[in-house]
């Protein structure tokens, strides 16, 4: 049995409280810190007496193997850090860090420890990922020579999150740039990114924006496009599509339901699924029963905290190419 500690009992942080309790039978989360007396009182429900407001002690008197750091993106450096020198495995929510220097240190610290870490980049874990995935391995699409994807936001998150979390490029897009990385096998050797404003939020006052189109080439000279944007009236929209010299594989957006009308109009269906907690509640499952496995049979985690650096490289070149309206190369982040 791995016993888990999590810290951070926000959204995201109570999905995979759940998940490990209700679903994965080889691990239990056994101590959580929040300071959040409600996040507490919410821990308790599932059984779980070691509380804490303090995240030191948590690691210290928790009695834990392993570490889910669902905290605020700020807060992440100093829980990596205090994890690492607990010897504690460690499952983080994207991003690592904001800053390329920060994840470096971060890698030097997990490079002279036998820590196991694994990065929540969970769509890859989503089953028609998986499958898509598995079509290219097999090289059902011969060469592949271009990625697109689709990703939009119902709504945006509010102001006083935007602030702290990255924004668009390093809080949202991220998840579609390490996706185009993992499904084109590629490493990203520049990036073009154009991008504006036309939501109502005042995101210009912290340096954001609200919709993007980027262009990635990869060192195979294949190429992805991704569209972004926080604004979709119609729900969250979560495309693929992979083309070769030998066909094309995709994955459309899920809804609800797949009932579907038709009249003297024409047909209408349903809208997709309200956001990503609904649309990737698959995936949260199977990317934290990943990590725990890797934990009970002692194997390398399907993620690597190289993925997060690659990832953080390309969102940081596609803010500062919209920024400077210019092609980016990569070698100029890291």
Known sequence: MIKIGIVGLGRIGKVHLHNIQHHIVEAQVVAACSRS?????????????????SYEKMLSEGGIDAVVVASPTALHFEHLKLAIAAQKHIFCEKPIDL????????KRHLSAS??????????????????????LKDGRLGRTQSVKL??????????????T????????????????????????TQVFTTAGIFGQLPLETVGDVDTAVSVLKFEDNSFATIENSRNSSYGYDQRVEVFGDKGLVS???????????????GFLHPKPMKF??????????????????CLVNDTVPELSFEDG??????????????????????????
Request: without cysteine; aromatic residues 10%; proline residues 3%.
């Open 251 to 265: 994955s459309q957006n899920k809804s609800d339901d797949t009932v579907s009308f038709a009249d003297q109009k």
């Open 165 to 188: 979390s990255g924004g668009l490029f390093l809080d949202m897009a991220i998840h579609d740039f390490d996706l185009a990385r993992h499904l084109m096998g590629s490493e990203v």
């Open 309 to 334: 650096l690659r990832s953080m490289a390309i969102s940081l070149a596609a803010k500062k190419s919209s920024e400077e309206n210019r092609v980016v190369l990569l070698s100029e982040i890291v």
């Open 37 to 53: 007396e409600q996040s507490l009182d919410y821990a308790k429900q599932f059984g779980i007496e070691k509380l804490f407001t």
């Open 150 to 163: 689709i990703s939009r936001d119902p709504g945006p998150p509010p102001m006083e999150f935007i602030k």
């Open 276 to 293: 990503f907690i609904e649309r990737y509640k698959e995936s949260y499952l199977n990317i934290l029963n990943s990590f725990v496995q």
């Open 114 to 135: 036998q820590i196991k870490f694994m990065l929540g980049f969970n769509r890859r874990f989503d089953p028609n990922i998986l499958k898509i995935k598995k079509e």
């Open 99 to 106: 800053s390329i220097e920060n994840i470096l240190e971060i």
